[in-house]
């Protein structure tokens, strides 16, 4: 009997059925596929296709872009600053972080209205916050030096020692540190979100075992935090890699590059060379690609997904 | 009998000792917390103050001026400030319409339903999360450049829309999952319909997800920098959102600081407040599937 269930009639139910979560599914998708996927066949297309600086194109250009780009002499420096903004960035908010959220943890009266001073930096426009920090350091008048004045550190106000975005070493510093601040809200609650799901049964098992305080941190406290800390850093890796305003904002990654990731590189060449931009991009998605694909493995681990 | 009253009453003053001892740590930790929330605050007070700096003390090499002045603030809606506000509003509104229209039913029926292709849906929706424009920012701009859809605002509806999608499918799916599929069952049995108990039963119960879909993109959109940028720099300066407007007081010789921190300063402030309402959830949300 069942062996003739795929008379026509069965099969156009089998469709039916199939084809019933298109109304439901189907616009999220579609927004999706255009939006968000369709661009990067777009870009790759782009990074083989000779783009002229009016916008036209003038047909194929094999791997020219590509050479282009690994011919820029620049290049090599925005690697290693690209590698560096990162890495210190993160590795520095995750550790600060951290003590934030224990910090945070702690019962003390108005810890609600403390803990939701920490969300500013990330509700307020990361282009916004960039402004406020090239004004406070302004040589002549800005807030930052005005304190560094009175402290001594800064010996006199307009002074070359005074102008931190003018030099590409102590400006990379300096918006290293606005990248910090504007990533530690996100980062301290997530983490705080990790310490709330520790039952303290289980430090009071630790500290029957005769633990000491930090000991009990180290062994018990941060292997039950791994997987907050895992997301947390995955998000924050792909977050700042990704950030444009604040080097956009604070010196527009110049003078030249001196000052420029890959981020900022790709949008100041956009300007006049499409196609070798293109190509920055399309290197800068495959690393993007490869951080999400390490960040669907940590959360589907565990039977994650529904 | 003595001996037993003195060793409970030193037993009582240990634990008086503990206890304020435990008290005073508690108390330097609590001025720390508040000192670095006053910290994270700093920066958006110190633009207050920019914005507040009478003309003759913009510059002046002090922490606070000797008076303030809210000219700026008045001033700001003759140089076309209220359009830009107006963009702002509109593509930070059509973003958010867009995205629950989408969202909710998408969520919904994930929820609720088991069926092929489900599975590949919730990866392609997770993985989407972690794409952001930045890195694909010329595709974006090719592909509209040969699909013109005609205004500025509409492009940058689609694409704030197209690319916060992700987060408020997964964050309602998680939603709508915890709501037990008996409430509408029993709602049916009652006589609604299969669309009315989903509107009367399962999507008020749902509203604290909806809220929190709802505020973080409308904030999203609204900080959008990059992409509005790119789309609307040569553009009417009416046509660009306040992002990209408030660059416009950068001259290539000096720089407007009163005005652009005036207008800085009104487009901060509400997205802070409206993301306080929703503080709490937003970090399960973006973390959900791994951190339960």
Not at chain 1, 146 to 155: D, K, N, Q, T
Not at chain 1, 170 to 195: E, K
Not at chain 1, 233 to 262: A, H, K, Q
Not at chain 2, 126 to 151: C, D, H, K, W, Y
Request: aromatic letters at 10%; a positive charge; hydrophobic letters at 55%.
């Amino acid at each position: 009997m069942t062996a003739v269930a795929t008379t026509p009639k069965r099969r156009l139910a089998g469709v039916k059925q199939a084809l019933r979560p298109l109304p439901w599914i189907g616009p999220a998708v579609a927004l999706i596929v255009a939006i968000v996927l369709w661009p990067v066949v777009v870009m790759v297309k782009t990074s083989f296709t000779n783009i002229a600086s009016d916008g036209f194109s003038t047909g194929g250009a094999g791997w020219k872009n590509y050479h282009s780009l690994l011919q820029e002499p620049a290049l090599g420096g925005v690697v290693v600053r690209t590698l560096l903004w990162v890495a210190l960035v993160v590795g520095v908010t995750m550790v600060i972080a951290l003590a934030l959220a224990q910090l945070f943890n702690t019962r003390f009266p108005g810890r609600r209205i403390a803990r939701s001073a920490l969300i500013a930096p990330w509700a307020a426009s990361v282009m916004v916050t960039a402004l406020v920090f090239r004004w406070a350091l302004d040589p002549n008048s800005g807030a930052i030096n005005v304190v560094l004045h009175a402290f001594g550190i800064v010996h006199q106000m307009g002074s070359h020692q005074a102008d931190w975005l003018g030099s590409p070493g102590t400006a990379m510093i300096c918006m290293m540190g606005v990248a910090v601040f504007v990533s530690l809200p996100f980062s301290t609650y997530a983490l705080l979100a990790g310490l709330q799901g520790i039952p303290d049964e289980v430090h009071e098992a630790a500290r029957v075992d005769g633990a000491g305080r930090w000991r009990s941190y180290l062994s018990v406290t941060l292997p039950l935090l791994r997987p907050s800390l895992l997301v947390a850093t995955l998000i924050n890796i792909i977050n700042v890699f990704n950030s444009f305003p604040i080097i956009w904002e604070m010196t527009r990654g110049g003078p030249g590059y001196s000052t420029s990731t890959s981020t900022t590189m790709m949008f100041i060449l956009k300007q006049s060379w499409v196609g070798e931009s293109a190509a920055l991009s399309v290197a800068n998605f495959v690393l993007v690609v490869i951080i999400a694909l390490a960040f669907l493995r940590v959360t589907t681990k565990d039977g994650g997904l529904g | 009998m003595s001996v037993t009253t003195a060793s409970l009453s030193e037993a009582r003053l240990r634990r008086q000792r503990t206890r304020r001892r435990i008290s005073s740590t508690k108390l330097m930790l609590s001025v720390l917390a508040y000192g670095i929330a006053v910290l994270f605050i700093l920066p958006y007070l110190e633009m207050a103050v920019a914005a507040l700096r009478p003309a003759s003390q913009l510059l002046a090499p002090n922490l606070l001026p000797s008076s303030l002045d809210f000219h700026n603030f008045t001033s700001i809606w003759s140089t076309g400030f209220g359009g830009n506000l107006v963009t702002s509003l509109l593509i930070a509104g059509g973003a958010t319409v867009l995205v629950l229209a989408v969202a909710i039913p998408a969520a919904f029926y994930s929820a609720r339903h088991r069926f092929r292709g489900r599975g590949v849906f919730l990866v392609l929706v997770l993985a989407t999360q972690m794409f952001q424009p930045a890195s694909m920012l010329v595709g974006i701009q090719r592909e509209f450049l040969n699909f013109n859809v005609g205004s500025s605002t509409l492009e940058l509806i689609l694409i704030n829309a197209g690319f916060n999608l992700a987060f408020a499918v997964w964050i309602l799916n998680a939603y709508f999952a915890s709501i037990p599929v008996e409430l509408e069952e029993a709602a049916m049995l009652d006589g609604c319909s299969r669309l009315s108990a989903l509107g009367r039963i399962t999507l008020p119960l749902a509203a604290p997800g909806i809220v929190t879909a709802l505020i973080f993109t409308f904030i999203a959109a609204w900080n959008e920098f990059m992409v509005a940028l790119t789309f609307t720099l040569g553009q009417s300066s009416g046509r660009q959102p306040l992002t990209v407007a408030v660059n416009n007081y950068i001259g290539q010789y000096s720089i407007d600081w009163g005005h652009l921190f005036a207008g800085a300063l009104i487009a901060t402030v509400p997205v802070i407040i409206l993301f306080a309402l929703i503080e709490g959830r937003v970090v399960g949300g973006l973390t959900a599937g791994s951190v339960k």
